[in-house]
């Protein structure tokens, strides 16, 4: 089963409890908004311009952070194309180190990290995911849009439609001819495998209901409202109910939030007979009466999309980038590498937004927008902020702090230098060993192990026993050593006795 567009909240290990308490923060505004007494409708699409705000103020210092870096990122462009040039040509190992090393120096000095921009982007993208999570299924996190599926007993449409295998057997088989089913095709599959139990797998048909009816097209609605009176008694009232409150939560400027603007121009002008594609065995549809279209909402539909890019385009524009001044970029310089990535993205970014939202919900397109807006508004500011730093000052306060983290780098250097040489010296004289045991404790030990050697009663086949045999080999030769030693001693005595004695001869003899 896909667990992405599933109504319950998504469970994964890392969005998912940032979608849980961005959920909380969309319930929060969604009932703030619907308890202003002149908002009557539009409920979901102005929680979502506000809840958009709110993230983007909360992301701000991210934000400051992240364009800090660009504007230091541009001021030391020349410094860095001069060191490239330096090594221009030059594709040895030792010259690639020394080139890093030196751009490493080079991002120090200005107080960056080369790995600065990719950890920021990576601590906004789960954030972003959850933000998407969260706006793509609203019932999932709000309690007021989750009700008007599941709403008390006897009121609920979902809990109707599930209340009987019968029930649930009509109204799966009617779902699935809705258009907004196709994106939920694999969680119904286990629907119809053998041995499928109602009861044991009530939630996650009621859930997977929730999503189709929650992404289904205003057309859906009366489709669906239509084909289930037919087939289930006493729905017509529940489905009437849910579809207004629905409709009235998705209006906003007369635009459905819940249709995409392919919808509004599809139904408008590239299809004479909406109904065909509705294909319900044993329902009559003649009798629906299509809802009309104006050219209005046409044009309004299709500025989401217009709108998403052309907003995103200016929120790119304001952002002060670093550029690649016709020097080619280090393949080992992440930073620069990122910062090229990003320039692509940027370009080709509002064309895919376009797309999107062409085809998405219109919420999807109003949380682009407003994003977008909100981050270029942002965007002034933090320019302001940014322009009036002094730069040559932060510069100096960052050269400052590394000589300071060299000088402390080269003090511990020099004391795991000295620490190193006491080890050796104590090794070479054998005092760590000294210090370990007393003298009698070592004889105490040598005679233990003795002991051992000496053992009537060691198995011959032994390991131990052959370790015994290698030291009596060795004692004999040391025994033998020793004596060859002591005889060339004695020699060597007998020797100086024998000089000594024709000396004092030779002196007595001079006397006489």
Not at 387 to 416: G, H, V
Not at 477 to 487: G, V
């Amino acid at each position: 089963m896909n667990p992405i567009f599933l109504f319950t909240p998504y469970q994964g290990r890392i969005v998912g409890p940032i979608a849980a308490l961005m959920g909380k923060i969309m319930d929060i505004i969604f009932n703030l908004i619907d308890k202003i007494p002149f908002v009557n409708s539009g409920q979901i699409a102005l929680a979502i311009i506000g809840f958009t705000i709110v993230m983007n103020i909360a992301m701000l210092p991210l934000t400051i952070r992240q364009q800090k870096f660009a504007k230091l990122q541009a001021r030391m462009q020349p410094e860095m194309k001069a060191i490239q040039d330096k090594y221009k040509g030059r594709r040895d190992q030792e010259a690639s180190m020394m080139m890093n090393e030196e751009m490493k120096a080079l991002y120090t000095k200005y107080g960056v990290s080369q790995t600065g921009s990719c950890v920021q982007l990576l601590i906004q993208l789960p954030i972003m995911l959850a933000l998407y999570r969260v706006i793509y299924a609203m019932p999932a996190y709000v309690e007021k849009i989750r009700s008007v599926y599941l709403g008390a007993e006897g009121t609920s449409l979902i809990g109707k439609l599930t209340s009987s295998m019968e029930n649930f057997s009509v109204s799966n088989e009617i779902i699935q001819k809705l258009s907004s089913f196709n994106m939920y095709s694999r969680q119904f599959s286990a629907f119809s495998e053998e041995g499928f139990s109602l009861t044991d797998s009530l939630a996650t048909v009621q859930n997977s209901f929730i999503d189709v009816l929650n992404r289904a097209s205003t057309l859906d609605w009366e489709v669906f409202r239509v084909a289930i009176n037919e087939k289930i008694a006493g729905m017509n009232d529940l489905i009437l109910n849910a579809e207004d409150a629905i409709e009235r939560y998705n209006s906003f400027f007369g635009l459905n939030v819940g249709n995409s603007p392919w919808y509004y121009l599809q139904n408008k002008f590239l299809s004479s007979d909406p109904l065909s594609k509705y294909d319900i065995p044993g329902v009559n549809l003649s009798g629906i009466t299509v809802p009309q279209i104006s050219m209005g909402v046409v044009i309004a539909a299709i500025l989401v999309p217009v709108l998403a890019a052309v907003t995103q385009i200016i929120n790119v524009k304001l952002m002060p980038t670093a550029r690649n001044q016709g020097g080619r970029v280090n393949p080992d310089d992440q930073a620069a590498q990122m910062a090229q990535s990003m320039n692509t993205m940027n370009k080709i970014m509002p064309i895919m937004s376009a797309y999107f939202c062409f085809t998405f919900p219109i919420g999807i397109g109003l949380y682009w927008i407003a994003g977008s807006v909100v981050r270029s508004i942002e965007q002034v500011f933090v320019n302001r902020y940014i322009d009036r730093m002094d730069i040559d000052a932060q510069i100096a306060k960052n050269e400052e702090k590394y000589k300071e983290k060299l000088e402390k780098s080269r003090e511990k250097t020099a004391q795991m230098g000295q620490a190193a040489q006491m080890n050796t010296r104590n090794l070479k004289s054998g005092d760590w060993f000294k210090s370990l045991y007393t003298d009698e404790e070592k004889e105490k030990a040598l005679a233990e192990v003795n002991a051992l050697y000496e053992n009537e009663h060691i198995n011959p086949d032994s390991l131990f026993a052959k370790a015994n045999l290698v030291r009596e080999y060795n004692n004999r030769d040391l025994k033998k050593t020793r004596s060859a030693k002591q005889e060339e001693k004695a020699e060597a005595a007998n020797e100086a006795a024998k000089e000594e004695s024709v000396e004092e001869s030779n002196e007595q003899e001079g006397e006489a």
